[in-house]
């Protein structure tokens, strides 16, 4: 069967990625090889493959095909992560279009809503990663919500506590308004934003004295509990001791004193309003000031808000600013920058609130984790400079908040059987509590009298323990697998959540088995368009991943998307790229269709010329093969590429196969063929990891395989010693090749017209190329010279001067004539040039810079002329 003339990805990629599940390729299990393990970084449950998952997943299959083909047990864990709060907002917003609020459903009600909604969902992202070749481990796909990974969680939630580094208290934490739940520090991102400064004035009890306050957020003034001044402000002497009303709500609260008031900032009057502030916090509990919390869940103003009850908070930050203006407290109004809190998630700004929750403790968990990373180096980073990074969050890390007031993820395993805060018992079972709180309370209980806490746990809390969770090593930490898996060799992942996930694996590895979850950690940067901008739906700047495969193929997307994509850096996305990964395809598969149309004899023997092009293309290769192990130390997946790109485009393609293919209708010998075939077989491997798919095509079509003997698990090239004195003596080769090349063009001299040639040979170079010279230069013979030839056409490379005697291949008159019209020409313009220049006004009047282009226009014609007229003279 005749290969065709195009390269059709479409008809080739269903084709093989069924081939390599049919034959369990991607499958691992446990044996004597050395594991190479990764687990992948798990997408939301219900999305839908981005950009940002392409070079993500790409990166990880060119690692984890490499791995394969250099002979480990390869396993790349695939799965899905439960994302409680992206979920769970997903569930509310399809059931309000149902006319159901989650408020009218038990927690069971709503869950079989969620878990019917993940069902339909959940995995179009792991099957979109098939189409991009993703060679995981598919029996392995794990989901956080599964039922061993849900034990693993509460096993490890139970173990924290028993531990003490589990506690529950009352905390100010990040509320996010629009998911109803907290969130940890790192979830919250702070922007810089224009907001305003007011200037309110409260009255003091009892006088006709006021004081000023400076304040961002008006409408808690309904909360505050004092008004604090520094005690050695003496320009407030007179309020010691005072107590000052609050507008609008005419509550009497005192002035208390703290040097925690800077005197320098603002009015030197601090409203303290403990519930929706960290800093008035801690002075409240200090003062035992009242805490008076004025927001609902969802961030409108409770009783407390008075008439405004029920209204959100800027709408009252609005309407309260008016009344305030027309009772008269309103100073004035300053524009102001500030940070202001918003969440990662849902973008809401956040509002401190204080609230009972879970906290994890930090202190003694990141210890062995900074030490991996920064002292011991057996964790590395790269890029490298990512180690500041971690080391500053680290060392100024808070206690996780580790509880979520979420129904959708895994429920707190604490149940409450009174209304203390502290009367609760925790247990991985509903039995297992009852008789834990009948102990602690000493009288028989049931498991009616208890109440299991309706929080779930921060998503994080699940994702920490995934690279020992999928092999099952929390709840059997002796099991074969985690044995022989654990620790993983790389992970690929965005720098954004090298706190979220990255570091808190690291936490767990170390916690829970005393080692290490992985060694190197490889930052992707973040996929931008060809502005810089990042990629999003609302700026309408992200291709459909699945409509550019369909176009490019999934081999060209995924050169397209590793040739713009610097170790560590942002990449700067642009479509022509796939284009060009297109084109790469193209070139491979052409190059291909040529090897396969020669006529193959045993009667002829091996040319000189393919003799030393075949040493030199070995040692090329080995050349390549050396550089593609260095950018492979240093992950520089995008500098590995471009090596096989030039290895295959411009050595292989353009030059090697030039060297070596037969005469026109000639057949090739059988010696050479093969060896061209082993070559190619040879690219192809180191090629394979990028592009699966081609690859393996033209490897199954250069002859019939067994499944055994497919290219996916076939034997990674052996490095051998390089020559790089013939690498050095071709490329010298190979500029005289283009120097003849360039003369043929210029002079229209045909290729098929057989020309001689001579060298003076001032620098002593080999003469081991000659053939390849002659071969690839159509050349008659190669004469070696100790004089320059007179009346020839001459070039130089380095010191080395090359002759190519005019003769019968080059039409004398026709020449002459082309030179007579180009000097006519060049007269012509040099002579309007000159009377420009000579023209008194022109010189007086045009700017500076238009006469020095004049000029320069003289100069370069005038050298023209003057070459022009010497090769006349020659001809």
């Keep these: 069967m005749s290969l065709a003339t195009k390269y059709n990805p479409q008809n080739i990629e269903n084709k093989w990625y069924d081939y390599w599940m049919k034959n369990n390729y991607f499958h691992s299990t446990p044996n004597e090889k050395e594991p190479y393990t990764i687990v992948i970084p798990p997408p939301n449950v219900t999305g839908v493959l981005h950009m940002g998952h392409m070079l993500n997943n790409t990166i990880q299959d060119v690692l984890i095909r490499r791995a394969r083909l250099k002979g480990f047990n390869a396993c790349w864990v695939p799965g899905t992560d439960h994302a409680s709060i992206a979920t769970e907002a997903k569930v509310v917003a399809k059931l309000k279009t149902q006319g159901i609020n989650k408020s009218d459903l038990t927690r069971d009600e709503f869950l079989k809503h969620a878990w019917e909604w993940t069902d339909e969902h959940g995995g179009i992202i792991l099957e979109q990663l098939k189409k991009l070749g993703a060679s995981c481990d598919w029996e392995r796909t794990k989901f956080t919500m599964d039922k061993d990974l849900s034990e693993a969680v509460n096993k490890v939630f139970i173990d924290l506590y028993n531990k003490g580094l589990i506690y529950r208290g009352y905390r100010m934490v990040n509320w996010d308004p629009s998911a109803k739940t907290t969130l940890s520090d790192e979830e919250v991102i702070f922007e810089e934003k224009q907001g305003n400064l007011y200037y309110v004035n409260y009255k003091i009890e009892g006088s006709n004295d006021v004081l000023t306050i400076a304040t961002t957020r008006p409408e808690t ?69 009242e805490v008076i919390d004025i927001f609902n869940d969802d961030a409108s103003l409770n009783s407390y808000g008075l008439h405004y009850e029920g209204k959100d908070r800027f709408v009252v930050r609005k309407e309260i600013t008016k009344e305030l203006e027309s009772l008269g407290y309103l100073v004035k109004i300053e524009q102001h920058i500030h940070k202001v809190g918003t969440s990662e998630r849902t973008k809401e700004v956040i509002e401190p609130k204080i609230s009972a929750q879970w906290f994890l403790k930090m202190e003694t968990i990141v210890e062995p984790a900074l030490k991996a990373v920064l002292e011991d180096e057996e964790i590395h980073f790269f890029p490298k400079h990512y180690n500041s990074t971690y080391r500053h ?27 203390g805060v502290n009367d609760f018992v925790i247990a991985s079972t509903i039995e297992e509590a009852t008789n834990l709180a009948s102990e602690k309370l000493g009288k028989k209980l049931t498991s009616t009298d208890l109440t299991q806490d309706p929080d779930a746990l921060d998503t994080w809390f699940s994702s920490w323990l995934w690279p020992i969770s999928v092999f099952d090593g929390i709840r059997n930490p002796d099991n074969k697998e985690i044995k022989y898996y654990y620790p993983t060799n790389d992970l690929v992942t965005g720098p954004d959540i090298i706190f979220f996930w990255v570091a808190r694996m690291i936490f767990a590895g170390y916690e829970f088995r005393n080692e290490k979850p992985f060694t190197n950690v490889y930052f992707t940067g973040i996929v931008r368009d060809n502005k810089g901008r990042k990629m999003s739906k609302s700026l309408g700047n992200s291709p459909d991943p699945i409509k550019l495969m369909d176009k490019y193929g999934a081999d060209g997307v995924r050169v397209g998307m590793l040739l713009c994509s610097a170790a560590g850096n942002d990449l700067l996305f642009d479509e022509e790229l796939c284009a060009q990964g297109r084109n790469f395809s193209n070139k491979i598969w052409n190059s291909f269709r040529l090897i396969k149309g020669w006529e193959v004899s045993k009667e002829i023997e091996q040319p000189q010329s393919t003799k ?136 229209n001299i045909a290729f098929k017209d057989q020309i001689e040639f001579s060298v003076l040979n001032n620098d002593n170079i080999t003469n081991d190329f ?58 012509g313009f040099l002579k309007s040039v000159q009377k420009k220049l000579s023209n008194e006004r022109f010189v007086n009047n045009a700017p500076e810079k238009v006469i020095k282009i004049e000029r320069q226009k003289e100069a370069d014609a005038l050298s023209k002329v003057e070459t022009l007229k010497a090769s006349l003279a020659s001809l």
């Design 612 to 747: 030393i092009a075949i040493s030199w293309y070995e040692a090329k290769f080995q050349q390549t093969l050396e550089d593609l192990e260095k950018s492979f130390d240093q992950y520089r997946i995008s500098e590995a590429l471009m090596s096989i790109y030039k290895l295959v485009w411009d050595d292989f393609s353009s030059w090697f196969l030039e060297m070596v293919k037969p005469a026109y209708q000639q057949p090739i010998d059988a010696q050479t063929y093969a060896t061209v075939i082993s070559f190619l077989e040879n690219n192809l491997k180191v090629l394979h990891p990028y592009m699966p798919f081609i690859t393996e095509e033209i490897w199954q079509e250069i002859c019939k395989r067994t499944p055994e003997e497919a290219l996916i698990i076939s034997e990674y090239p052996k490095a051998k010693e390089v020559n790089s004195s013939l690498i050095n003596d071709f490329k010298f080769a190979s500029e005289v090749i283009s120097g003849i090349r360039n003369i043929r063009k210029e002079k």
């Design 221 to 289: 003034i309904l909360g505050d509990s004092a008004i604090c001044i520094n005690p050695n402000d003496k320009r407030f002497t007179h309020l010691k001791g005072k107590k000052a009303i609050v507008p609008i709500a005419n509550r009497i609260i005192p002035i208390i004193e703290d040097d925690y008031v800077d005197i320098e900032f603002g009015t030197g009057c601090l409203k303290v309003t403990p519930a929706h502030d960290q800093n008035d916090k801690a002075l409240g509990e200090k003062h035992n000031l």
């Design 393 to 419: 969050w680290l060392e100024n890390i808070r206690d996780w908040n580790i509880s979520r007031q979420l129904w959708w993820g895994h429920q707190i395993p604490a149940y409450f059987y009174g209304d």
């Design 770 to 827: 000659d053939a390849v010279i002659q071969k690839l230069g159509n050349l008659s013979s190669i004469n070696y010279v100790s004089n320059k030839v007179e009346g020839a056409l001459s070039f130089r490379v380095k010191s080395n001067e090359y002759f190519i005697p005019l003769g019968d291949a080059i039409d004398l008159e026709a020449e002459k004539l082309k030179l007579e019209e180009e000097l006519k020409y060049i007269e």
